[in-house]
Nanobody
Framework: EVQLMESGGGLVQAGGSLRLSCAASGFTTDDYVIGWFRRAPGKEREEVSC????????YYADSVKGRFTISSDYAKNTVYLEMNSLKPEDTAVYFC????????????????WGQGTLVTVSS
């Protein structure tokens, strides 16, 4: 059974940092595209970053470029999102999602989703 579990969310002051983890089970992350999404109160879900999705490389939304870094530890089957210089507008529930690389190439959709972890940035 494919499962994704996020952790690492919490409350942080503006300018601070957090590292989110997405632990995968039931598949190996090097065969999958893994994305990080967020949903802020009253807003649409936004794709923040992904790894393996951009011709095998990484993608960052303009809103986080230069502040967030996605990485993967294949030995631990875990994908991380390092978030620095956090702003109050980064407050959201963060989700990771996974899709088999071959399928993602054609659909650009994610089948598997975690439950989310809440990040709150205070001003």
């Amino acid at each position: 059974e494919v499962q994704l579990m996020e952790s690492g969310g919490g409350l942080v002051q503006a300018g601070g940092s957090l590292r989110l983890s997405c632990a995968a089970s039931g598949f190996t992350t090097d065969d999958y595209v893994i994305g990080w999404f967020r949903r802020a109160p009253g807003k649409e879900r936004e794709e923040v970053s992904c790894i393996g999705c951009n011709d095998g490389k990484t993608y960052y939304a303009d809103s986080v470029k230069g502040r967030f870094t996605i990485s993967s530890d294949y030995a631990k089957n875990t994908v991380y999102l390092e978030m620095n210089s956090l702003k109050p507008e980064d407050t959201a529930v963060y989700f990771c999602a996974g899709e088999e690389s071959g399928s993602y190439y054609y659909t650009r959709l994610f089948t598997y989703w975690g439950q989310g972890t809440l990040v709150t940035v205070s001003s």
